[in-house]
């Protein structure tokens, strides 16, 4: 879910290769929260039979049986629970046979949850597994280190392609995101070259470490905005009324349609600042 962002052209929903290893099909799902719609990925390397599909995105037959004709599926990854991503699981482990893995047992099909620092083989493919908490509780990301040049991350919604990312509090919070942020910026500049990010909406990005510090940057510059705004006001931070106040001033400009995801994302911050200052 995107934050604050308003609606982008719509692509076509033409499968498009986006790395050697991964496949992108967008979901046509378009709208304010969603930007173009869902990415759902389709990883395979060179020669193997089989491969993985990361995020079936919603309940849209023909998307899914346009993912399952990449098949064999052997193993459907889930970035998180939020229904844009997640909708289409159970009909599409129906059309392919496939197991379900996530890092919430709940969303598991014929499967064990994800585990943190987990290595999958599947398809010829090597695939770590990051719990990266902060958009939402059971939010993760997928390395492929082996995709060239120097590997890429698949980041749901923890990163996207334009703007940046909601934290859906209460579920979601702005401390485990901030560390979240700084583990996948440590890969980013460790890696010894430019990983690239397959986000859940939008373009492919070229440099996790560069994005990872611009994400930071803006989270730091929105917590600057709100501590002037609470101190400016005179508010309590653990007041309700407060969320409306700084959002007000904060998010001014923000369209109606979004509105929600602009308190969520205050609350997240408010709840951050009772804690850390």
Do not use: W
Not at 161 to 190: C, F, K
């Amino acid at each position: 879910m995107a934050d604050l962002l308003p609606h982008h052209v719509r692509r076509g929903i033409h499968p498009s290769s986006v790395s050697r290893l991964a496949t992108r099909l967008l979901a046509p799902n378009p709208g304010p929260m969603t930007l173009d719609g869902t990415n759902s990925y389709v990883l395979r390397a060179p020669g193997a039979p089989g491969a993985v599909v990361v995020d079936p995105g919603p309940l849209d037959e023909g998307h899914l049986e346009r993912l399952a004709a990449f098949g064999p599926i052997e193993l459907v990854l889930l970035t998180h629970h939020h229904a844009d991503h997640r909708d289409g699981l159970v009909r599409f482990a129906e059309l392919t046979g496939a197991p379900v893995r996530a890092i919430d047992a709940a969303f598991c099909i014929d499967a064990e949850p994800l585990v943190d620092g987990e290595r999958i083989t599947a398809a010829g493919l090597v695939i770590d597994v990051l719990a990266t908490p902060g958009h939402t509780a059971d939010s993760a990301c997928f390395l492929l280190a082996g995709d060239a040049p120097h590997g890429s991350m698949l980041t749901g919604d923890t990163i996207l392609g334009h703007g940046t990312t909601i934290i859906a509090d209460p579920d979601g919070a702005l401390g485990p995101y901030l560390e979240s942020l700084q583990r996948l910026h440590a890969i980013g500049r460790t890696s010894g070259g430019h990983v690239a990010v397959l986000p859940g909406h939008g373009p492919v990005l070229q440099d996790l470490g560069d994005i990872c510090d611009e994400y930071l940057a803006h989270r730091a510059e929105r917590l600057d905005q709100v501590r002037t705004v609470l101190a400016a006001l005179g508010a309590d931070p653990a007041d309700p009324s407060t969320v409306a106040k700084v959002v007000d001033s904060v998010y001014a400009e923000t369209d109606a349609a979004v509105r929600p995801a602009a308190e969520a994302s205050v609350r997240a911050q408010l709840a951050f600042l009772r804690t850390h200052g």
